[in-house]
């Protein structure tokens, strides 16, 4: 992979120096002043226990810019702020090591600050090869002490490399975004349960307590709930993907604004009057489908559920099936968790130079294994842009045409890829549920089971809640009368 860059790894001892030779770090305003003030009181204990750590990220001297953009991002999220303030008070995550595994970006480097400030110990690597964000990977080191894993542009066995390293960390909780890490605790360890408590076994590095796991992605979800049909989870998890505040907003206007944010930074092209299509209608296709239409594309959208679809023509859009949208198609983007929406087939019948790209979690969507097998040649013809040319159907001695088909980001998630992904005020709530899942596992220790758990309606609601609050947005509260109204059967015509 092109993107490789040189790495450069060393111990907490090298990036404490690197962090003295930063001097006084630039303002930050509340954020960072109290993150300061909590580094300087209680850090000493965790700097020499955690002498050895390591880290790998691609270089430390992009840190001043990657601080500058978690700065950034802080000031959209007020939520986790919130949370962070209260955490440097009551530490509910004193003694806990937390290893995650998220894309590595500002909104989650805030989020790591937060779970900091609640006395966790760190250790994160990237969920994807390609979404890190080199800068803040930079930062979060050398700023924040945090061990980081993650090269944006690694190669698969980096990838899973710096997984390992987070799992050698011991966690107690993990956080996942697709479930590898999750899947790869399962595959390298046993679990045991002694007084009602879950214990990881290894002959290498003995035995220690684990809580649990929470979930960020559907792709994620996903896979666990395959993994607790078929008896093999061994872990309580928590789906943070299935809080009303995660999915309504972050998998719909995060996705559906950064995918466009994605394509045309890759591409510098116009939306307006393209055939841009749209496969799979759930919370991400939604999103994208009336922003694409925002800029003034023609949308088409293919599903697989009936409902789906049915709703999809009552907002107005085109539905067809894949066939018939792979001929008239100028823009596909795949958004489902599903493996080959976009097959060979489909992309037989496209038109030249067409664009297709990803948003969903894995690069399994488009069948970019297929396309490279059929296609004649393959260049880079701009920064995450590829071109592929394959033959023209039927390619027969009458019709020996070749045809163009450019696809972005290798089929991995667009946003992150070629954009910054989701903005940080969907973020905050997001990980407004990561952080109340770390807290829900230590308040629950010993009395959860090996299955999937989800936030309560009350504190979706009171995460909605801070939110409105944040931007100054009052909303009304039901009257007694009206409690009582609506709690009775009595009333009518
Ligand atoms: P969802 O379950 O709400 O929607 C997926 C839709 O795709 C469903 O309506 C399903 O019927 C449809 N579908 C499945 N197979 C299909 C096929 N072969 N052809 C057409 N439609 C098909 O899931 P959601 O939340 O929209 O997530 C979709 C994907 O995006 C997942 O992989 C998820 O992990 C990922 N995701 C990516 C984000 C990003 O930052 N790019 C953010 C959030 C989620």
């Not at 965790?46 to 802080?74: P, Q």
Request: with cysteine; aromatic share 8%.
């Amino acid at each position: 992979m092109s993107l490789r860059v040189p790495v450069i790894s060393g111990t907490r001892q090298s990036r404490m120096g690197l962090s003295r030779l930063s001097g006084i770090p630039p303002d930050g305003g509340d954020f960072f002043a109290s993150w300061r003030t909590w580094d300087r009181n209680d850090n000493l204990n965790k700097i020499i226990n955690m002498e050895n750590k390591s880290f790998d990220v691609a270089d430390l001297a992009k840190a001043s810019d990657g601080r500058k953009k978690i700065e950034w991002a802080a000031r959209s999220m007020q939520v986790l702020t919130l949370i962070k303030k209260r955490f440097e008070k009551e530490k509910p995550l004193k003694g806990i090591r937390l290893g995650a595994c998220l894309h590595v970006t500002a909104e989650t480097a805030n989020l790591m600050l937060t779970l900091a400030a609640g006395g966790a110990d760190l250790s994160l690597c990237a969920s994807n090869p390609l979404s890190t964000q080199d800068d803040v990977a930079a930062s979060l080191v050398k700023d924040f002490d945090v061990s980081v894993y993650a090269i944006k542009g690694e190669d698969n066995q980096t990838y899973y490399r710096h997984l390992e390293k987070v799992l050698d960390f011991k966690p107690n909780i993990t956080m996942d975004d697709g479930a590898d890490l999750v899947s790869l605790l399962h595959k390298n360890y046993k679990f045991v349960i002694h007084d009602s408590r879950f214990m990881i076994q290894d002959s290498k590095s003995g035995k220690w307590e684990f809580f649990g796991s929470s979930e960020e992605t559907t792709t994620g979800i996903i896979r666990l709930k395959a993994m607790e049909k078929a008896s093999a989870l061994k872990i309580p998890v928590f789906a943070v993907n299935d809080s009303d505040t995660k999915h309504l907003f972050d998998n719909r206007y995060g996705t559906g604004q950064s995918t466009l944010d994605g394509i045309m930074r890759a591409t510098n092209l116009l939306l307006a009057g393209k055939n841009f299509v749209v496969c799979g209608y759930g919370w991400c296709g939604r999103g994208l489908a009336s922003r694409a239409r925002g800029l003034g594309a023609q949308v088409i959208i293919t599903e697989v559920d009936p409902v789906k679809a049915l709703e999809a023509l009552m907002d107005g859009y085109q539905v067809m099936s894949m066939d018939e949208a792979a001929k008239v198609g100028d823009i596909f983007v795949t958004v489902t968790g599903d493996k080959h929406a976009i097959d060979i087939t489909h992309i037989k019948k496209m038109k030249d130079g067409v664009i297709l790209a990803n948003s969903g979690h894995f690069n399994v969507e488009i069948a970019i294994d297929k396309l490279a097998q059929l296609a004649k040649s393959k260049r880079k013809i701009r920064p995450f842009v590829e071109e592929y040319i394959i033959p023209q159907t039927p390619h027969t001695p009458h019709n020996p045409q070749m045809k163009k088909i450019y696809v972005l980001g290798e089929g991995r998630l667009i946003n992150l890829t070629a954009a910054e992904g989701h903005p940080a005020e969907v973020m905050d709530m997001s990980f407004a549920n990561q952080a109340f899942s770390a807290e829900f596992f230590v308040k629950n220790k010993g009395k959860l089971e090996a299955k999937i758990y989800r936030i309560s309606p009350e504190m979706d609601k009171e995460i909605a809640r801070l939110k409105l609050k944040s931007l100054g947005i009052g909303i009304d509260t039901l009257t007694s009368e009206q409690e009582k109204y609506l709690a009775s059967w009595k009333e009518g015509t």
